[in-house]
């Protein structure tokens, strides 16, 4: 049974960091690509950052590079996300989630997703 689990999540002053880790377990962690989206209230799932198989190509959405780190421990089978200088705007529902083959950014290209860890930047 494949499960993903979040953890990190929390409540933060803008400016903050935050570390978000995602443990994976029953899937071939080595070979998925692994991302990581967020949901804020009333709006849709979106993706925020990717990291291919072997760690060497990362994408990030705009709002987020250069303050968000995405990487990968294939021997711990975790992906995590550095979040600096955080801003109110990246308050949402943040979500990991794995698929394999090809990088994808649409949330409807993974099946596996993880339960999700609220992040919440206060100004």
């Known amino acids: 049974q494949v499960q993903l689990v979040e953890s990190g999540g929390g409540v933060v002053q803008a400016g903050g960091s935050l570390r978000l880790s995602c443990a994976a377990s029953?899937?071939?962690?080595?070979?998925?690509?692994m991302g990581w989206f967020r949901q804020a209230p009333g709006k849709e799932r979106v993706y925020v950052a990717l990291?291919?198989?072997?760690?060497?190509?990362?994408y990030y959405v705009d709002s987020v590079s250069g303050r968000f780190t995405i990487s990968r421990d294939n021997v711990k089978n975790t992906v995590y996300l550095q979040m600096n200088s955080l801003k109110p705007e990246d308050t949402a529902v943040y979500f990991c989630?794995?698929?394999?083959?090809?990088?994808?950014?649409?949330?409807?290209?993974?099946?596996?997703w993880g339960q999700g860890t609220q992040v919440t930047v206060s100004s």
């Open positions: 989630a794995a698929r394999y083959g090809i990088m994808k950014t649409a949330p409807s290209e993974y099946a596996l």
């Open positions: 029953g899937l071939r962690f080595s070979t998925a690509v």
């Open positions: 990291i291919s198989s072997d760690g060497g190509h990362v």
